[in-house]
């Protein structure tokens, strides 16, 4: 599928499409121009390019309620992703899968697809296992939607893409 990009007050619709139930997320984020975050205490400079962001969703309203956070360019900056979806990139889409499911679960089958992670920590505190939730796509934008759904099959998942447009 062909990602488009769009800002994240347009998102809202789309976001409405997501079930109020738990499951694993993967949020395409496009940088086009460099971004600096924060990740304990250190400064990490993030070069203009296509990100994934992996996360769950198993509080109350589910997927609906954590993506629709995510999609809204005004919040308090809570999690690491913050720093990136208050402003500094673009949503293109998001790939869930509804499951009992961590997002570590994607981690591994990411990064055999080549993806890497450019800021060590950087979504992961809670997470003993994972180098990080932020990986940069190894491709274009065009090719990484593609990749992200191999990697959910590989864990199991049933992907469920969201094109997210203006």
Not at 10 to 31: C, D, Q, W
Not at 35 to 50: D, H, I, K, Q, S
Not at 54 to 78: F, I, M, N, W
Not at 81 to 100: I, K, M, R
């Amino acid at each position: 599928m062909a990602w488009s990009l769009r800002s994240a007050k347009s998102a809202k619709p789309a976001v409405g499409e997501l079930p109020r139930i738990p499951g694993v997320y993967a949020l395409l984020l496009l940088l086009r121009g460099p971004a600096t975050v924060r990740v304990r205490g250190r400064a990490w400079r993030l070069e203009p390019g296509c990100y994934v962001y992996v996360g769950s969703a198993r509080g109350p309203g589910g997927l609906r309620a954590r993506v629709a956070r995510h999609a809204a360019s005004e919040k308090r900056v809570r999690w690491h992703v913050d720093q990136l979806t208050s402003g500094a990139a673009e949503l293109a889409c998001v790939v869930y899968a509804e499951a009992a499911a961590r997002e570590c679960v994607l981690v591994p089958h990411l990064e055999r697809l080549g993806f890497g992670h450019p800021v060590p920590g950087f979504g992961s505190s809670d997470c003993g296992n994972c180098r990080s939730h932020l990986l940069r796509c190894p491709r274009g934008c065009g090719g990484c939607a593609e990749l992200v759904e191999e990697a959910f099959r590989r864990a199991g998942l049933e992907p469920r893409p969201l094109q997210l447009e203006a």
